[in-house]
T-cell receptor, first 113, second 117 residues
């Protein structure tokens, strides 16, 4: 199925470092969602974005809806060990007749204490 | 319940058998989505429901896969004549509405891990 381009695929960082990941699409999206998934669990919503240019924070997390509506990024500041997991972006294409979501391939984050 | 629930949490079946996976969405959520996640992969859209109807089934991999929803609540995903390639985690999500904007935010269940031997 169709998937978004999400990068990087994986990251190994030191505790306290900042993290940045992004998603890009060839088509316009109406909504961008960022999720975190831990082993054996379903994805948990972190941040939701609904307007082009929107910048939203949730604690140490900040995400932005790109002006072109074809991309989004997620930043994590001052990473801690519990940030470990897989981060997924999800977008809702601007396509009439469907409200499905397309998911990125995920960024696997490992934090070294 | 407070969140999306799915059952069973794990299902092991033999190749060729049929399986039924169940999803109970958050109460009052009118939109419901099914996804498949293979080991180490992202989420693959299968189907979504607006109320009891499914306007987009484009993600169902083959005619062995079907889903229904009744009473704008529970949904079941059925896989007939299972194959080893069907082994994956099947995730369900619900949202308040299917329209664009804040009411379309999805909340996920824990998934059903299906293993086809």
């Amino acid at each position: 199925g169709q998937q978004l381009n999400q990068s990087p695929q994986s990251m190994f960082i030191q505790e306290g470092e900042d993290v940045s990941m992004n998603c890009t699409s060839s088509s316009i999206f109406n909504t961008w969602l960022w999720y975190k998934q831990e082993p054996g669990e379903g994805p948990v919503l972190l941040i939701a974005l609904y307007k082009a240019g929107e910048l939203t924070s949730n604690g140490r997390l900040t995400a932005q809806f790109g002006i072109t509506r074809k991309d989004s990024f997620l930043n994590i500041s001052a990473s801690i060990p519990s940030d470990v997991g897989i981060y997924f972006c999800a977008g809702q294409p601007y396509t009439s007749g469907t409200y499905k979501y397309i998911f990125g391939t995920g960024t696997r984050l490992k934090v070294l204490a | 319940g407070a969140g999306v629930s799915q059952s069973p949490s794990n299902k092991v079946t033999e190749k060729g058998k049929d399986v039924e996976l169940r999803c109970d969405p958050i109460s009052g959520h009118t939109a419901l989505y099914w996804y498949r996640q293979r080991l180490g992969q992202g989420l693959e859209f299968l189907i979504y429901f607006q109320g009891n109807s499914a306007p987009d089934k484009s993600g169902l991999p083959s005619d062995r896969f079907s889903a229904e929803r009744t009473g704008e609540s529970v949904s079941t995903l059925t896989i007939q004549r299972t194959q080893q390639e069907d082994s994956a985690v099947y995730l369900c999500a619900s949202s308040l509405k299917w329209s664009r904007g804040g009411t379309n935010t999805q909340y996920f269940g824990p998934g059903t891990r299906l293993t086809v031997l």
